[in-house]
């Protein structure tokens, strides 16, 4: 096969990439330019975007032997994920900036040039695996359960599941990096990146303030009683408990949390623990990873709303619209906004945007 | 099998420069030392530096050797600048032209932002000219503002060759650099016929090694150094002479002055033969380097509904090496600041390739490109269109 790379510059993309040219595949190196992030590119009266990352990209491709280009995503990394990711903040939800650019820039806008370029798919360094099976492709947990990242790949639809490939999957990340390093490249011990790549500070409450302004709303308790103020209300997270500055104690004397944020009047209300349980949850934007599920039908299954957070038993069902699920056991906290994986034991069934929970 | 056709980039170096390199490279010596192995590697230098001279059109004196072109222009550009407003405050002026290389444009940008300068660009018409008469229009109003003029002898993206001999009429007083590194070795490039106050050549353009350039300074001129150290070269640049280096750029530069009317009209016929091939092939195209004086193997073409970063790759992957023009060091495409400079949109430009043809290209080459060409703008359009949609 013809297949594209996205190499970030981190040891993860590389070893795919020279995995898929051990395979045997045509393999071409691609490095994103998503010049939203002043501090990581450099943004001089050309518009580059460079430094180490693109560098160690480029000489990992050349230590792999394969050609090497830089795709400006720029705009539509803006237009796709920042903008989104401050609309959803500015709407009082929480977003998953990392499940929004593999839905709408690594495999779309860059899955849809790599094919219209004569390319068959998009090769990353994701972990997680694709097994061809009698219903289809189908997608499951990489064997490392540390670095599994099926959650964020759970945005993909059969069509963008077809194009994408994922060699580490069943590899542990310590064994990556020891096959990087004999294979001789040297962003082997590259540390992971964690932090959201637009935001370089980790400051998320910091960027959004600067960019969505800092007016003073009231905090409040389930009843409406007036308990302080903030300068934010999206900098602030469902089940938060720290860093709320109230000065009136509850009346139990028990440690209080951010139940709800509530945009329009850039209110936060506050309420003890049991109040943010939640039993039921309903996403929208339904994507399905496979075969459809026959809908208003009941499935058990585990649902899982973090990147890293655990599976949570439950049953779910949808109507076409919109998945519901009903969990085992109550889950404390959860924002509208975030995504809602379902799993039918390690395989990626689908997913969905929390839209309401109960 | 590969085709290379972006030898305004870098050329392949010449056999003769090979061998006089390697031979340099076994002497011992710093060419400063006083001693024996001083002195023969001196000597070997300034014979090196003298045929040098001699094919610019300069005395041996007025070469200075730097590490590259940019260094070069930048000694230029700030070295005359930084003497101007040491002399007198008010001019602060430095012209230069809508198309210039960035090793021209940059330096100047950053004597604006961090020393006050003011940038003058004298605007190119349709045809890669620059407006003489704006020049002139200039010089007459602010002609006591302005430190230095600097005008590339030829454009690197399009060819067309600057009349720097009317500059420098115009110009009068005023200092006029000229980067001369596309044009030297290619065409007539005379320093003293055209009473230029520097100029700009580097070696990888002939058939030199990388790595080695020189500015041309009129005698008895002084420039404030960018590089303090032993003032190895009239106290202007400092830093051990590139020995091998300087004597393979002569070798280059001898063989290339010696071939150089045969050189030109065997690249012309070919750049011709792909203009006339290109048009049979991509009716739709526009040659953008349609005019003369030019250098020989210039060819620069808009291929209307294509992104030009997608016809490299696919040019790439059948082995065809050329450029977009102008690509930063990170490689991404941007539009042109040459072709928008002549009046294309971006649009325009960023659906333009440059091919530039050099002596070592063949007929069957080009027949090569050229039979592969529609496919490759078929499939970029292709692209092009689809990412529009979405």
Not at chain 1, 113 to 118: D, Q, S, V, Y
């Amino acid at each position: 096969m013809k297949l594209i790379a996205a190499m970030s510059g981190g040891v993860d993309s590389a070893v795919a990439a020279a995995r898929a040219v051990d395979a045997g595949h045509e393999v071409i190196g691609v490095h994103l330019a998503l010049s939203s992030n002043p501090q990581k590119y450099r943004s001089g009266a050309r518009g580059c975007c460079t430094i180490e990352d693109s560098h160690d990209a480029r000489r990992a491709a050349d230590v792999i032997g394969i050609p090497f280009y830089i795709w400006d995503m720029a705009q539509e990394f803006h237009e796709g994920v920042v903008e989104n990711f401050l609309a959803e903040y500015a709407g009082g939800r929480t977003p998953n900036p990392c499940l929004r650019c593999n839905e709408k820039i690594k495999f779309a806008a860059v899955l849809d040039r790599a094919k219209n370029l004569g390319f068959d798919g998009v090769i990353t360094g994701h972990y997680a695996q694709m097994q061809e099976t009698e219903l289809g492709r189908m997608m499951f947990r990489a064997v490392d359960p540390g670095k599994d990242q099926s959650y964020v790949l759970a945005v993909l639809n059969t069509d963008q599941l077809a194009g994408a490939h994922f060699p580490l999957g069943d590899t542990v990340k310590d064994d990556v990096r020891i096959e990087a390093k004999k294979r001789g490249l040297y962003v082997a011990n590259k540390p992971d990146s964690h932090d959201i790549c637009f935001v370089p500070s980790g400051d998320n409450a910091g960027w959004l303030r600067d960019r969505l302004g800092s007016e003073t709303g009231s905090i409040v308790d389930e009843s409406g009683n007036k308990l302080g103020e903030h300068n934010g209300a999206y900098t602030y997270t469902i089940g938060q408990r720290r860093g709320l500055g109230l000065t009136v104690p509850a009346s139990g004397g028990e440690p209080r949390y951010v139940l709800k944020i509530e945009p329009k009047t850039n209110t936060v209300v506050v309420g003890n623990h049991e109040a943010l349980a939640v039993n039921a949850i309903v996403g929208d934007r339904a994507i399905w990873c496979g075969p459809v599920p026959e809908s208003d039908t009941k499935y058990r299954g585990f649902a899982q709303v973090r990147a890293h957070g655990s599976p949570l038993a439950c049953t779910y069902s949808h109507d076409g619209i919109e998945i519901s699920v009903s969990l085992d056991e109550p889950l404390f906290g959860l924002a509208a906004g975030q995504g809602l994986v379902i799993y039918d034991g390690d395989r990626v069934v689908g997913s969905a945007t929390v839209s309401r929970t109960e | 099998m590969t085709i290379y056709l972006d030898h305004a980039a870098t050329a392949p170096i010449n056999e003769v420069a090979i061998d006089a390199i390697t031979k340099a490279m076994r002497n011992l010596g710093n060419a400063s030392s006083v001693h024996n192995h001083g002195r023969a590697i001196r000597k070997d230098v300034e014979d090196a530096r003298h045929a040098l001279s001699e094919l610019v059109g300069a005395s041996a004196s007025e070469v200075i050797f730097t590490g590259s072109g940019t260094e070069a222009n930048n000694l230029a550009i700030k070295g005359f600048y930084w003497k101007a407003i040491a002399a007198n405050p008010k001019r602060k002026v430095i012209v230069t032209s809508a198309f210039e290389h960035h090793a021209i444009l940059d330096p100047i940008q950053w004597l604006v932002e961090h020393e006050s300068a003011e940038q003058v660009l004298v605007p190119i018409n349709h045809s890669g000219f620059i407006d003489l008469d704006f020049l002139k229009d200039l010089i007459a109003n602010r002609g006591s503002e302005i430190a230095l003029i600097s005008v590339m002898h030829s454009n690197n993206e399009l060819g067309t060759l600057q009349p720097i001999a009317e500059v420098v009429k115009l110009a009068g007083q005023i200092p006029v650099h000229t980067d001369a590194v596309q044009s030297f070795g290619k065409v007539d490039f005379d320093f003293a016929k055209l009473d230029l106050t520097a100029a700009t050549i580097s070696a990888h353009k002939v058939g030199g090694p990388l790595g080695i350039a020189a500015l041309i300074l009129k005698r008895g001129l002084d420039l404030v150094p960018i590089l303090h150290g032993g003032g190895q070269e009239r106290e202007i640049r400092s830093g051990t002479l590139n020995a091998p280096a300087i004597i393979g750029f002569s070798a280059a530069a001898i063989y290339a002055l010696e071939n150089r009317t045969l050189n030109f009209t065997k690249v012309r016929k070919l750049r011709d033969y792909f203009i006339s091939e290109l048009k049979k092939a991509v009716p739709d195209c526009t040659i953008n380097s349609i005019s003369d004086p030019a250098l020989p193997g210039i060819v620069n073409v808009t291929f209307p509904g294509t992104e030009n970063d997608a016809m490299l790759l696919l040019l790439d992957s059948e082995g065809i090496s050329c450029s977009a023009g102008s690509a930063c060091s990170a490689g991404v495409p941007r539009p042109s600041h040459v072709l928008v400079a002549m009046g294309l949109t971006e649009e325009q430009a960023d659906a333009s390739l440059r091919i530039s043809i050099g002596v070592t290209n063949t007929q069957s080459e080009i027949d090569q490109v050229i039979s592969v060409l529609p496919s490759v703008i078929q499939r970029a359009r292709k692209a092009l269109d689809v990412s529009r949609l979405a």
